[in-house]
């Protein structure tokens, strides 16, 4: 049993806050790795998740990029830390949760994408301009203020 899993054995579905990470990988074409989601179904976002006990939020990433992906991340730089409105979550067994999502940016991994985990539907590369329609509403304002400063550059 995982960490949460404990947790909620112990408090139930009373709303909490999670930590967790994603980021956004660019590659030389200058497009950005986009993982669709099992949960919620269909759902475009960045690859990412929850962090564990003891993990720092790079370590977070950089585990969840292996465990989703397949690739080894380099050098990352923090974006930006994301919580408040418009981060409540409630998953599809009821539990809610607020989560606070910290991003970060690369352009240096290794490795070939590959679907490595059973939370994945697939992996695409996208242009900023030609991004999916169906991005989970706790990645919208992110992307967006990644959209906004790849515009200022």
């Known amino acids: 049993m995982g960490y949460i ?10 709303p909490i806050i999670l930590p967790g990470c994603c980021v956004f990988i660019e590659n030389a074409q200058g497009q950005i790795l986009m993982q669709q989601r099992k949960h919620p179904y269909g759902k475009w976002g960045l690859p990412g998740g929850l962090m564990e006990l003891g993990e720092s939020t790079e370590d977070t990433i950089r585990r969840e990029v292996k465990e989703e992906t397949g690739l080894v991340l ?3 730089a923090l974006f930006g830390v994301y919580s408040g409105e418009g981060y409540r979550c409630v998953a ?3 539990d809610e949760f607020d989560v606070v999502i910290t991003v970060y940016v690369t352009n240096e991994y ?4 590959a679907v490595m985990d059973e939370e994945s539907l697939g992996f695409e590369w996208f242009h900023i301009g030609s991004l999916p329609e169906n991005i989970a509403k706790t990645h ?4 967006r203020d990644y959209i906004a400063k ?4």
């Open 5 to 14: 899993q404990e947790l909620r054995a112990i408090i139930g579905k009373m």
């Open 110 to 113: 290794e490795g070939e994408v």
């Open 74 to 76: 380099g050098k990352v």
């Open 140 to 143: 919208t304002k992110l992307i």
């Open 92 to 94: 599809e067994n009821g």
């Open 150 to 153: 790849m515009e200022d550059t």
